[in-house]
């Protein structure tokens, strides 16, 4: 009789109360690039499927000899304003296998994953190229993007002050208490050309929408100053 191996199943909360620190997962998708560079990791290009009704459907897939796993990430949702009240917009479901044997091991959801990575990225790539001495970030979107920048980007570059704008004020000022203990100063800002102006680092954290209309213009960015898009 065959053994069924064992399976793990790691909900949205289980993974969220999971406390991965920033410059560990910043590491992590360095390792990553790395490894994928060198040829001791595959990866392909990201599969998309758009509907006529709004809705979005991504996957991808990886796979690390070294590691020992395949990985296929799922990423599912709709436009931002489309989405119920009470629910996220966007979704997320890994599968993760053994390399050798190709036996499944775990499904997990990403919501968080789907969140956090986007944030080490960024992170990653201002550790390389963001002025190390940057000190105010701009962040355009106060949504969870904005949140987990914040953090990520804290973990590479001295950031003192963050100016914040949002279309809605109240969004850009539940952000500003969500940082109050932080020890980071937080700034509200109605005019998004002042976060822009005043940033070191900017990122942009506008969520999905097909009604999205232009608010920033490139001439406001200061020379030196590092964007996250």
């Not at 500003?176 to 800002?189: C, K, L």
């Amino acid at each position: 009789m065959t053994e069924e191996p064992h399976f793990l199943y790691l909900t949205r909360g289980e993974v969220g109360n999971l406390g991965i620190d920033y410059a560990v997962m910043i590491d992590g998708v360095e390792a990553a690039f790395r490894a994928w560079t060198s040829g001791q990791a595959i990866a392909h290009p990201k599969i998309a499927s758009l509907t006529d009704v709004g809705s979005f459907f991504y996957s991808l897939n990886a796979c690390s000899s070294e590691l020992g796993y395949n990985v296929c990430h799922n990423s599912m949702g709709v436009q931002a304003e489309l989405a119920r009240p009470g629910m996220h917009h966007l979704n997320g479901m890994q599968i993760l296998s053994d390399y050798r044997t190709a036996q499944p091991l775990a499904a997990i959801d990403t919501f968080w994953a789907s969140t956090w990575i986007p944030a080490a990225v960024s992170g990653l790539a201002a550790r390389y190229f963001a002025r190390p001495d940057s000190r105010v970030l701009g962040i355009i979107a106060t949504g969870a993007q904005a949140r987990v920048h914040v953090p990520a980007l804290r973990a590479v570059l001295p950031i003192e002050r963050v100016v914040a704008y949002n279309r809605s004020r109240s969004g850009a000022e539940a952000f500003a208490r969500d940082f109050a203990d932080s020890g980071i100063e937080v700034e509200v800002t109605e005019d998004p050309r002042a976060a822009v102006e005043a940033a070191d680092v900017l990122v942009t954290a506008v969520p999905v929408s097909a009604n999205t209309k232009p608010i920033l213009d490139p001439a406001w960015v200061r020379p030196g100053t590092w964007v996250s898009l």
